[in-house]
T-cell receptor, first 112, second 114 residues
Framework: AQTVTQSQPEMSVQEAETVTLSCTYD???????LFWYKQPPSRQMILVIR??????QNATENRFSVNFQKAAKSFSLKISDSQLGDTAMYFC?????????FGAGTTVTVRA | SAVISQKPSRDICQRGTSLTIQCQVD?????MFWYRQQPGQSLTLIAT?????????ESGFVIDKFPISRPNLTFSTLTVSNMSPEDSSIYLC???????????FGQGTRLTVV
């Protein structure tokens, strides 16, 4: 079974500032996907960004970017120019074959 | 992408009763997944629902407690049977489209057992 570790239960950031969420994972596989999902109070799970393990280039999606370090099995998420709507729980997830394994989540609060 | 409708969005149930949650997808998908999210916790996979065959359950989850139906490629149900307060959770339906890596989720069902 894959293990996904998010070591930061909570993070707080000032509006317009930058915050980085950490994620590490454990796998013996070489081909897999990594994701960051956002879950606001509405409960809806929203895909923020995805990374294929075979790609060396870090994924970027508007204000969201990742730092993917395959050898270190690290996959951090950077939120730039934080907005109040970014307040949510963020989950790091690993997919191999067809199953998703989630980290424990990090609650991000953006302060006005 | 996929649009997933999940019903009910929330319910309060008496212990000992059962609740069936429905999941409807706007496109045909091979695999559908059911997750449980206990209060303040992460998502845990309950089972994979395959059309035309029995669901595949993860360790710690059994068919008698969480029977699943998958009558066609766009619909599935999860039943939470003989409920106890420990079953109070959010239950989420999810699909993965062929050729895409990511999973898409329904809006979840918040279940409270009293």
């Amino acid at each position: 079974a894959q293990t996904v570790t998010q070591s930061q239960p909570e993070m707080s950031v000032q509006e317009a500032e930058t915050v980085t969420l950490s994620c590490t994972y454990d796998t013996s596989e070489n081909n897999y996907y990594l994701f960051w999902y956002k879950q606001p109070p509405s409960r809806q799970m929203i895909l923020v960004i995805r990374q294929e393990a075979y790609k060396q280039q870090n994924a970027t999606e508007n204000r969201f970017s990742v730092n993917f370090q395959k050898a270190a099995k690290s996959f951090s998420l950077k939120i730039s120019d934080s907005q109040l709507g970014d307040t949510a729980m963020y989950f790091c997830a690993f997919m191999n074959d067809y199953k998703l394994s989630f980290g424990a989540g990090t609650t991000v609060t953006v302060r006005a | 992408s996929a649009v997933i409708s999940q019903k009910p969005s929330r319910d309060i149930c008496q212990r000992g009763t059962s609740l069936t949650i429905q999941c409807q997808v706007d496109s045909q998908v091979t695999m559908m997944f059911w997750y449980r999210q206990q209060p303040g916790q992460s998502l845990t996979l309950i089972a994979t629902a395959n059309q035309g065959s029995e669901a595949t359950y993860e360790s710690g989850f059994v068919i008698d407690k969480f029977p699943i139906s998958r009558p066609n490629l766009t619909f599935s149900t999860l039943t939470v049977s003989n409920m106890s307060p420990e079953d109070s959770s959010i239950y989420l339906c999810s699909v993965r489209l062929q050729g895409l890596g990511e999973a898409f989720f329904g809006q979840g069902t918040r279940l409270t057992v009293v």
